[in-house]
T-cell receptor, first 112, second 114 residues
Framework: GESVGLHLPTLSVQEGDNSIINCAYS??????FIWYKQESGKGPQFIIDIRSNMDKRQGQRVTVLLNKTVKHLSLQIAATQPGDSAVYFC???????????FGSGTRLLVRP | EPEVTQTPSHQVTQMGQEVILRCVPI?????FYWYRQILGQKVEFLVS????????KSEIFDDQFSVERPDGSNFTLKIRSTKLEDSAMYFCASSPRGMDEKLFFGSGTQLSVL
């Protein structure tokens, strides 16, 4: 079946360290991937996306890596800050579909 | 920065009652969506809407659910006869062009069915 899952439910990092959040997807037809951040009481906020014709994309302090061979996606946050504390969701979609399939989320806790 | 707005932020209703959740998508976007998130669970797709018709819907979106764009700015989700299991956070989203692009989400409506 279709699913997008996360390896760890909670990740605790020291402020200033780099964070890596992982995600596995099962549908080999997935061709679009996206990371969202959700703070308490708010809707998902876009972080970064990547299409299947790429294996890496960088934004401001964030990098997404895509390994289609093992159907794995990761989000790297450089120099993690307290404001990065949130739940992070990966999601994917595929050609001819409007829907995003979300993973179950990883909570990132940043220690001061 | 333009954003998707949703009202109300909280809605409490009795089982069997009808509810309407309201959303104002970003003004130049053409595709509209409803997602829901049951407490502690994943965000789940309900329906997508384009050009005044449903373009895709999930198994969750049964005959009790309907969507409408009653005017040029609002997008609504109606649940005709609410059930306890409809209790969830409902998110509206919009996007400019549709497939394979980021969605902009609102802050959600927390629906509690008693």
């Amino acid at each position: 079946g279709e699913s997008v899952g996360l390896h760890l439910p909670t990740l605790s990092v020291q402020e200033g360290d780099n964070s890596i959040i992982n995600c596995a997807y099962s549908n080999s037809a997935s061709d679009y991937f996206i990371w969202y951040k959700q703070e308490s009481g708010k809707g998902p906020q876009f972080i970064i996306d990547i299409r299947s014709n790429m294996d890496k994309r960088q934004g401001q302090r964030v990098t997404v890596l895509l390994n289609k061979t093992v159907k794995h996606l990761s989000l790297q946050i450089a120099a993690t800050q307290p404001g990065d504390s949130a739940v992070y969701f990966c999601a994917s979609s595929w050609d001819s579909s409007y829907k995003l399939i979300f993973g179950s989320g990883t909570r990132l806790l940043v220690r001061p | 920065e333009p954003e998707v707005t949703q009202t109300p932020s909280h809605q409490v209703t009795q089982m069997g009652q009808e509810v309407i959740l309201r959303c104002v998508p970003i003004s130049n976007h053409l595709y509209f969506y409803w997602y829901r998130q049951i407490l502690g669970q994943k965000v789940e797709f309900l329906v997508s809407f384009y050009n005044n018709e449903i373009s895709e819907k999930s198994e969750i979106f049964d005959d009790q659910f309907s969507v409408e764009r009653p005017d040029g700015s609002n997008f609504t989700l109606k649940i005709r006869s609410t059930k306890l299991e409809d209790s969830a956070m409902y998110f509206c989203a919009s996007s400019p062009r549709g497939m394979d692009e980021k969605l902009f989400f609102g802050s959600g409506t927390q629906l509690s069915v008693l």
